[in-house]
């Protein structure tokens, strides 16, 4: 990352902008998520996309995830591309604290519920493997959330 400076950033993400360039990619690594750097570049720019290179699915869950991807793509006028991985067991169970068995079904899944909540076009409740909403036995309302 370099020394800290969010302006060096930006100067950077107008050059490519102005150069023609489409996207501008943001990974997340060690210490630093992918929509920090992509908002503070989205409201520096006006053209460029913002792509996640790669969004870590065991970061967020699929509710916290939709909710910052319909934030960021509404924020920046549609510009957002979202990228999502699983990362690797070292990190999920390491940092992230949970198991890593059968990433692909669990993926497929987390896929399944962020599209349901990101279309709105009824209540969210999802009965899998990996992910159960609203959460059995939970002492919340247990109905789903639209």
């Known amino acids: 990352m370099g020394p800290p400076g969010g302006e060096r950033v ?6 490519a902008e102005n150069l023609g360039y489409d996207t501008i990619w943001c990974p997340e690594i060690y210490g630093m998520d992918c929509f920090t750097p ?6 520096h720019t006006s053209r460029i996309n913002l792509g996640t290179s790669i969004m870590q699915i065991s970061a967020r869950t699929p509710a916290s995830a939709a909710m910052h991807a319909v934030a ?5 006028n549609g510009r957002l591309i979202l990228g999502i991985g699983v990362s690797g067991p070292q990190v999920v169970e390491g940092w992230y604290g949970q198991p890593y068995p059968k990433p692909l079904a669990r993926t ?20 899998g493997e ?3 909403l609203p959460l059995e036995g939970g002492t919340g309302l247990g109905k789903p959330l639209k």
């Open 10 to 15: 930006i100067a950077l993400a107008q050059e």
């Open 38 to 43: 992509l908002a503070w570049i989205g409201a």
């Open 72 to 76: 960021m793509d509404y924020m920046s």
């Open 108 to 127: 497929r899944e987390w896929v399944s519920i962020f599209r349901r909540i990101v279309s709105r076009q009824e209540p969210v409740s999802f009965e």
């Open 130 to 132: 990996h992910y159960q």
